[in-house]
């Protein structure tokens, strides 16, 4: 019978243990995707609305921000406005 006990208690343990390092893991990915969303720079949001401001963007990249939530390199400071614009050579995809 004490057998039995141990081994239920040391499940127990097991269970409490997995919980905290699931909360612990969600916690930092929320923590990683603030800090993202907070590099985006530049004149990115109109107004007072909270919406991307869209106006300059190419049709491609509106297509993808629509899709995919996508935000253009150029307006992360990544890439330069000039290559950015030119092309990538990208073929197909969607």
Known sequence: MEWSEDAKNNMEVKKNTMMWIVIGVLFL????????ASTIS????????GKL??????????MNYDM??????????KVAVSSA??????VGGC
């Open 29 to 36: 990915s929320v923590l990683f995707l603030m800090y993202k």
């Open 85 to 90: 614009s030119s092309g990538t050579g990208m």
């Open 42 to 49: 530049g004149n990115a949001v109109a107004g007072d609305s």
């Open 68 to 77: 995919h939530g996508t935000v253009p390199a150029r307006l992360q400071g």
């Open 53 to 62: 401001d869209t106006f300059g963007w190419s049709e491609n990249e509106k």
